[in-house]
């Protein structure tokens, strides 16, 4: 029996992005987002009824600044007290899952979707979804990027504006682009 383009995407196989069942998710998470985006601030800093009902799930005392993007959203878990400052980009096509208590600067941004490199079949949508894994207590700087398929430890630190291409071991400290472990 032949699987479907979100069936392939949540088994982290090759699957095309331009699909009919994919744009109905996406549009979903657009309007979540729109709704989180535009509602008056809430001195309880809590996590927006919009998002809270599109993650898979979310802790207590969760807080994600406006603005904020993600592509579907249903891909996305919380521990507690997890906080993104505004500008935070998601863009999970595969499992993102952030800890207890980390904290994402202005403008992070997490990719989940690695394209295919063949110009050919890039044209036609073909991508493969790796996930994103950030422990508890990750701390991610300003401007960060993290791409596909990376695990943060926990305590680890990503220092603003890094590229984080490959994993990084609980409590170390990596800057730059590609980022990479500050001694000591």
Known sequence: MSRTERQKMQAGDWYCCIDSELSV????????????????????????????????????????????????GINITLGDQVYMNAGCTILDSAPVRIGDRSMLGPNVQIYCADHHR??????????????????????????????????????AIVGAGAVVTRDVEAGVRVVGNPARALPG
């Open 25 to 72: 998710l996406r549009h979903q998470a657009r309007l979540a987002v729109h709704q989180h985006n535009h509602r008056a601030p809430d001195p309880s800093e809590t996590l927006s009824p919009s998002l809270a009902a599109l993650f898979a799930e979310h802790g207590q005392n969760c807080l994600i600044e406006t603005p904020f993007h993600c592509a579907y």
């Open 118 to 155: 063949d110009p050919a079949l890039r044209a036609k949508g073909l991508e493969v979804a790796r996930p994103v894994t950030l422990g508890s207590d990750v701390w991610i700087g300003g401007g960060a990027i993290v791409l596909p398929g990376v695990t943060i430890d926990d305590g």
